[in-house]
């Protein structure tokens, strides 16, 4: 079974930077497609990245393009997403997750392609 910890969340002021890890364990993650969603007081999750088992596809939530950066280091067994440029309004909870088994790559966006979530890390930004 396999165990996300997220972590490297904080407060920042706007146009600061911070990198997020989410790291696994029980298993590897290589192959599997992997996710960061954000939910902010009071909102619905968001979705904000993925990236394919290989690493070689990457997507965005429209708002964060140009800013955000995910990533995988398969050795590591961990995803990474580095914010730059932060704004207010990227104010959330960060949580990452592992996509089920024979996911589309179509569905990404969607919360119910994934099936192990992370518990979360807070992300501050000040204006």
């Known amino acids: 079974q396999v165990q996300l910890v997220e972590s490297g969340g904080g407060l920042v002021q706007a146009g600061g930077s911070l990198r997020l890890s989410c790291a696994a364990s029980?298993?590897?993650?290589?192959?599997?497609?992997m996710g960061w969603f954000r939910q902010a007081p009071g909102k619905e999750r968001e979705f904000v990245a993925a990236?394919?088992?290989?690493?070689?596809?990457?997507t965005y939530v429209d708002s964060v393009k140009g800013r955000f950066t995910i990533s995988r280091d398969s050795a590591k067994n961990t995803v990474y997403l580095q914010m730059n440029n932060l704004k207010p309004e990227d104010t959330a909870v960060y949580s990452c997750?592992?996509?089920?088994?024979?996911?589309?790559?179509?569905?990404?966006?969607?919360?119910?392609?994934?099936?192990?979530w992370g518990q979360g890390t807070q992300v501050t930004v000040s204006a």
């Open positions: 990236v394919s088992g290989g690493g070689g596809d990457t």
């Open positions: 029980g298993r590897t993650i290589s192959r599997f497609g």
């Open positions: 997750a592992k996509a089920r088994s024979g996911w589309s790559w179509s569905l990404a966006r969607r919360g119910a392609s994934y099936d192990v």
